[in-house]
């Protein structure tokens, strides 16, 4: 498998879509591989089966321009940070090997979330060691940069940047649509909670507020923990005054 330049993880299918379907596709179009690996089948979802969800997400796929997604076959609600199952995301990083990883913010209203943004992180470190489970998926193989997908939270965190999506988000919304046995009707999905509005509207709105902290229509905030660089104070953009 050639190696992917970007590469999102998360606990179910739709999530990528949701907190960072613009970036994928922005990223794509620029020319960078990009890939996603799914935890989970999503068995556990109330809404569609296992099979239904699995071609929604191959479509999804194809829209944003992703060329590989895996799903590490985890129990859908029942995700925990074990040594088998960070065995399983190291093997899948080390098969993909991207310079920079997207994982979900490691605050979350579901569960499942929260501990893929754990097991993700820790995954991508111990891909890196050689002398872990020598072997498991290829060479090993660590992630330069990791960057946590903050859409839709309200912690009180700043993002530290966000990727102006504005070209790229009908095809965002394209990608998501793909999810109909999921969406289709739907007043609330994974970290948005309801409004009464429908959940494609509420999509948009949210977007267009983030968006908004860089003065462009639409926008995906991410947050890192580690301060980001700049070489030429005279290239920063967003406007103060
Ligand atoms: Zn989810």
Same mark, same amino acid.
Request: glycine share 10%; proline share 5%; hydrophobic share 40%.
């Given at each position: 498998?050639? $190696?992917?330049?970007?590469?999102?993880?998360?606990?179910?299918? #739709?999530?990528?879509?949701?907190?960072?379907?613009?970036?994928? =596709?922005? *990223?794509?179009?620029?020319?960078?591989?990009?890939?996603?690996?799914?935890?989970?089948?999503?068995?556990?979802?109330?809404?569609?089966? =296992?099979?239904?969800?699995?071609?929604?997400?191959?479509?999804?796929? +194809?829209?944003?321009?992703?060329?590989?997604?895996?799903?590490?076959?985890?129990? #859908?609600?029942?995700?925990?940070?074990?040594?088998?199952?960070?065995?399983?995301?190291?093997?899948?990083?080390?098969?993909?090997?991207?310079?920079?990883?997207?994982?979900?913010?490691?605050?979350?209203?579901? $569960?499942?979330?929260?501990?893929?943004?754990?097991?993700?992180?820790?995954?991508?470190?111990?891909?890196?060691?050689?002398?872990?489970?020598?072997?498991?998926?290829?060479?090993?193989?660590?992630?330069?940069?990791?960057?946590?997908?903050?859409?839709?939270? &309200?912690? $009180?965190?700043?993002?530290?940047?966000?990727?102006?999506?504005?070209?790229?988000?009908?095809?965002?919304?394209?990608?998501?649509?793909?999810?109909?046995?999921?969406?289709?009707?739907?007043? *609330?999905?994974? &970290?948005?909670?309801?409004?009464?509005?429908?959940?494609?509207?509420?999509?948009?709105?949210?977007?267009?507020?983030?968006?908004?902290?860089?003065?462009?229509?639409?926008? &995906?905030?991410?947050?890192? $923990?580690?301060? +980001? &660089?700049?070489?030429?104070?005279?290239?920063?953009?967003?406007?103060?005054?």
């Amino acid at each position: 498998m050639p $190696p992917v330049d970007l590469l999102a993880i998360a606990a179910h299918r #739709d999530d990528v879509e949701l907190t960072c379907g613009g970036t994928l =596709a922005k *990223a794509a179009q620029a020319g960078h591989r990009v890939g996603i690996i799914d935890m989970t089948q999503g068995e556990m979802g109330t809404r569609g089966d =296992a099979q239904t969800r699995a071609a929604e997400a191959e479509r999804a796929a +194809q829209t944003l321009g992703v060329t590989v997604r895996l799903n590490a076959g985890l129990r #859908d609600a029942h995700i925990e940070n074990t040594e088998a199952s960070r065995k399983r995301i190291v093997e899948l990083i080390r098969q993909t090997r991207p310079r920079v990883v997207i994982l979900p913010f490691a605050v979350g209203r579901h $569960p499942d979330h929260r501990i893929a943004s754990e097991l993700g992180r820790d995954a991508c470190y111990l891909a890196g060691l050689a002398k872990y489970e020598p072997g498991a998926g290829g060479d090993a193989h660590r992630p330069f940069k990791l960057l946590y997908a903050l859409a839709y939270r &309200e912690d $009180p965190i700043k993002p530290t940047f966000v990727v102006d999506i504005s070209d790229v988000f009908e095809t965002k919304m394209q990608a998501i649509r793909c999810y109909g046995s999921q969406f289709d009707g739907a007043k *609330a999905a994974g &970290e948005i909670h309801p409004t009464g509005q429908d959940l494609y509207e509420l999509i948009r709105v949210q977007s267009a507020h983030y968006g908004s902290l860089i003065r462009k229509r639409y926008g &995906e905030p991410f947050y890192t $923990p580690e301060t +980001q &660089e700049v070489t030429d104070v005279m290239q920063l953009g967003v406007q103060s005054i």
